[in-house]
């Protein structure tokens, strides 16, 4: 089964850039799309982006477009998420998932990694 790991998460300041990565191990799925969700305390987990794998179509939710761009290299296994202009509100600890279309099934997800954005 995969095994997904974030890292890059750290203290900026508003306005300040960070990238994230997860690098994934033991995938065998022939398609599947990659992304990242977060989660602030006391809210529920929030969609921020996904990158179909083999396309490498993203999407963004639209609290993030045009400051986030989502994208994964083939060697390393590895799905990244570069954050710009941050903000406060993107205080949150981030996790990656992968979702598998063929074979078809539920999300494996990492162990997440803290962004905190300072005003």
């Known amino acids: 089964q995969p095994h997904l790991v974030e890292s890059g998460g750290g203290l900026v300041q508003a306005g300040g850039s960070l990238r994230l990565s997860c690098a994934i191990s033991?995938?065998?799925?022939?398609?599947?799309?990659m992304g990242w969700y977060r989660q602030a305390p006391g809210k529920e987990r929030e969609f921020v982006a996904r990158?179909?794998?083999?396309?490498?179509?993203?999407y963004y939710a639209d609290s993030v477009k045009g400051r986030f761009t989502i994208s994964r290299d083939n060697a390393p296994n590895t799905v990244n998420l570069q954050m710009n202009s941050l903000k406060p509100e993107d205080t949150a600890v981030y996790y990656c998932?992968?979702?598998?279309?063929?074979?078809?099934?539920?999300?494996?997800w990492g162990q997440g990694t803290q962004v905190t954005v300072s005003s």
């Open positions: 998932y992968l979702e598998p279309l063929l074979p078809s099934g539920d999300a494996y």
């Open positions: 033991g995938n065998t799925f022939i398609r599947y799309i």
């Open positions: 990158i179909t794998w083999s396309s490498g179509r993203p």
